[in-house]
């Protein structure tokens, strides 16, 4: 008689094209939450969109619950480093340089994590547990970096508002409707506006009026 002496399988990532599974779960994950919820969004669409067979989120998350919270481990990483460019503008050189600087880089990061932006308005629908994640974890860090640039720029006359939490959704919220807006302006307008296009009006809006304060906030001194 042939005995087939099998060895246990190594713990670690799948071999072969699984060894990507885990990351195109949580890319599928972000998608499907950010569309749809978290209580529409189920885990055999998300496999699917991913290409994985649905034991695999048992296999790497466990639950729904825990592959939402992997998902905002991603995000919280993408969001801090977007964010450490913005603290890296640090506190020396003109003002209206930096603040060009900073909204130049928050209309780049929103553009570029559209998805993020969606997953958070979704779950801002609701309080509970995971609107507290979102907010500890994926909005704060954001005020964190910001909101001493927008009180700097209060303090110098260069807005006429008096709370840089204000000042910041403002500005956040507008580009970000912009951006998701580009479509629509494009087709009633008959006029192709990409995203680049809606940038520079923005930035260039913005910082003419920001010219126009500067000048006015000189001349009271």
């Known amino acids: 008689m042939i005995i087939h002496h099998h060895k246990p399988r190594a713990r670690g990532r799948p071999r072969g094209q699984d060894s990507t599974c885990r990351e195109r779960l949580l890319e599928a994950a972000l998608a499907a939450f950010a569309a749809q919820g978290y209580e529409a969004a189920g885990l055999r669409a998300i496999a699917a969109a991913a290409g994985c067979d649905v034991s695999m989120v048992a296999h790497y998350f466990g639950s729904k619950a825990e592959l939402w919270t992997a998902v905002v481990d991603r995000l919280e990483l993408r969001v801090r480093e977007d964010m450490r460019e913005i603290a890296a503008l640090g506190t020396a050189g003109p003002l209206e340089a930096r603040l060009v600087a900073a909204v130049d880089l928050m209309f780049e990061h929103a553009v570029r994590n559209r998805e993020i932006l969606r997953f958070i308005v979704r779950e801002s629908a609701e309080p509970g547990e995971r609107f507290d994640r979102v907010v500890g974890r994926l909005i704060k860090p ?19 508002v008096n709370k840089p ?57």
């Open 142 to 160: 954001t005020l964190e970096a910001c909101l001493p640039l927008w009180q700097e720029a209060i303090d110098a006359g260069l807005f006429s």
């Open 165 to 221: 939490l204000i000042l910041h959704s403002m500005v956040f919220g507008g580009m970000s409707f912009l951006i998701s807006a580009a479509p629509v302006m494009s087709r009633v307008s008959h006029t192709e506006m990409s995203v680049s296009d809606v940038k520079a009006e923005f930035l260039s809006g913005l910082f003419s009026y920001l010219e126009g304060r500067s000048a006015s906030a000189g001349a009271q001194r």
